[in-house]
């Protein structure tokens, strides 16, 4: 693996820093075990992610050691404790607010430097994985990268001539892919369990638009790699079954869901994620598989993984969704290109064929006739979920819907999602902040580019105009840019987005690449 490793990095300019690590690390929660159990659930600090990102001012062994000799102690206080063993990340908040006069245009432009951070150097026992290139957070709590935020921000940063930055982001998350066989949800050790929707292939193909083919030649590995993490375990399934994160169908038909390799509370919500466990009837180990599948997914939380209406029925893990599956379909239809550029057709035509075979089956199992849109397939129980989402536009932003399915998700949206500032995320009210009134960058960008590409222009053109003025008006109320947004609220009213484990979060990357691309009136062709 170091010497595969070694070759894809030479190939594509990041050899350096960052590339000794041998064993994976491990999270924080396995590190510390009962100690990191207490000082979470004790609440010593208000957001659970501070503690995950501390770092250790000596071996963690030592520090335990130290912990189990002085608990029991007269005196002992667990606060005291911990200050005294680990550090605070220093949290670069986003200072940047707007100057008199200034515009939408001139703050993202702005930002890019502020959200800048350069590569990493090795810190030990700290939960960051290092980066060898400079990169963009988002901002707020997120001081790391994330990985389908990442291609959001690439469309601003193309967008603004920040090519090399954009550059650099790709060769990060190819550098992660390679050294650890998958893209993990983010930069961090307590990650690396799970991945988050698959869009490198989308930013190898951002790339190419500006420096060529070669670039699937270069990135050929590192897609391939994604591919066989996602599709671990294909081969040996009978129908009925799954493995990690594929499912063979009755019909053979071979799809995939989210899934998490732990079933332990997230180190960066552990104490949130307790209290849920406490109040769901399922098995503890199964709501936690879930919320982590849940957080893979991207979109957590959202009615989409409920089978009620409370955080305690999530079962993300018995969901096929559609956007995942289409964005299968764009992997595999990536690597046939790639495989055809460096002459191996029979690779070639093997990806061809999954990814013809893959959007047959989400044309036909995720496709609901009654409502005229795509839902999410419960495969444990044979049926739609009929949970009506935004979800629905990405068949059609990669071309996985016939001509017909496009116009009547348009009819769909109109209908059901279209809102005073957007799309609505869904239509169901829950308290979660991938449900109404919320809406989000990404959701906004792939609505107006699927639809303008099944020949719906004019719905296209009023959701990027509203979403663009939503932002704005946020922009005017707070002088910020931020995570989500209220889209249901009419002209004037509340536009930052609620709900959630946490507070709405100021930066922000995805937000700003989007709001920029869309300002620019971009469009892609592929």
Known sequence: MRRELFLFLVGVGLTGRGFAREAEPQPPSIVFGELYRAVELAQIYPDQKIFADAIPMSAPAAIMRDYEARKGKAGFKLGDFVRANFRLPVLKIVPYRRHPGETVGGYIDGLWPVLRRPPDEVEPYSSLLPLPAPYIVPGGRFSEIYYW?????????????????????????????????HMPNGNRSYYLSRSQPPFFSCMVDLLAEREGKGVYRSYLPAMRAEYDFWMQGAAG?????????????????????????????????????????????????????????????????????????????????????????????????DLAFAYGLVGDGADARAFAGRAAARAAAVRRLMWDQAGGDFSDYNWRER???????AATVVPLFFHVATDAQGKSVAMAVRAHLLAPGGVLTTTNTTGQQWDAPNGWAPLQWMAVQGLARYGEARLAGTIAARWEKRVESGFRQDGVLVEKYNVAAAAGGPATGHGGEYGSQVGFGWTNGVQAALMAGYHRSW
């Open 383 to 389: 049926r739609l979920t009929h949970v009506v989402s």
């Open 237 to 333: 399934l009978e129908p009925g079954e799954a493995h990690r994160r594929v499912v063979e169908l009755a019909d053979g038909a071979i799809l995939n869901r989210y899934w998490d390799d732990r079933d332990t509370p997230r180190d960066e919500s552990y104490r949130e994620d307790v209290e849920t466990a406490k109040a769901s009837l399922e098995p503890a180990a199964e709501v936690y598989r879930n919320l982590r599948a849940g957080a893979e997914s991207g979109w957590d939380y959202s009615s989409r993984w409920l089978a009620g209406r409370t955080l305690g029925t999530i079962d993300t893990t018995d969901i096929l969704p559609v956007d995942l599956n289409s964005e299968m379909f764009h992997l595999e239809s």
């Open 149 to 181: 935020d990442t291609y959001f921000t690439m469309l601003g940063l193309e967008t603004d001539g920040q090519d090399a930055m954009a550059r650099n982001l790709v060769r990060n998350i190819a550098f992660l892919i390679m050294r650890y066989g």
